[in-house]
């Protein structure tokens, strides 16, 4: 099977900078694609941020231009949050989609998520 290892999340003043990463291990053969969602209190879980394979991104409107999503060639893939906010405050998932044979379809997984909280 495949985990989702996440780290990074804490404690930050507005203004300030966090650097998730979450680590992909287990039977993969290819990976689709890897993204960043979250959930604030009282709301539905939203896409941060998703780079496919070849490197394309996309971001949501409230995070350009402040958060940056990369990989590197161990599976893992980092989201960098600069200038943060209040209201970024959320607990956020990695996921990923990945085939785990040559001929399986495309599964999503998603990490443990980690909290994310901006205040002052």
């Known amino acids: 099977q495949v985990q989702l290892v996440e780290s990074g999340g804490g404690l930050v003043q507005p203004g300030g900078s966090l650097r998730l990463s979450c680590a992909a291990s287990?039977?993969?053969?290819?990976?689709?694609?890897m993204s960043w969602y979250r959930q604030a209190p009282g709301k539905q879980r939203e896409l941060v941020a998703r780079?496919?394979?070849?490197?394309?991104t996309t971001y949501a409107e409230s995070v350009k231009d402040r958060f940056t999503i990369s990989r590197d060639n161990t599976k893992t893939v980092y989201l960098q949050m600069n200038n943060l906010k209040p209201e970024d405050t959320a607990v956020y998932y990695c996921?990923?989609?990945?085939?785990?044979?040559?001929?399986?379809?495309?599964?999503?997984?998603w990490g443990q998520g980690t909290q994310v909280t901006v205040s002052s």
């Open positions: 996921n990923v989609r990945a085939f785990i044979t040559d001929t399986s379809p495309v599964s999503t997984y």
């Open positions: 287990g039977n993969i053969v290819r990976i689709g694609e």
């Open positions: 780079m496919i394979n070849g490197g394309a």
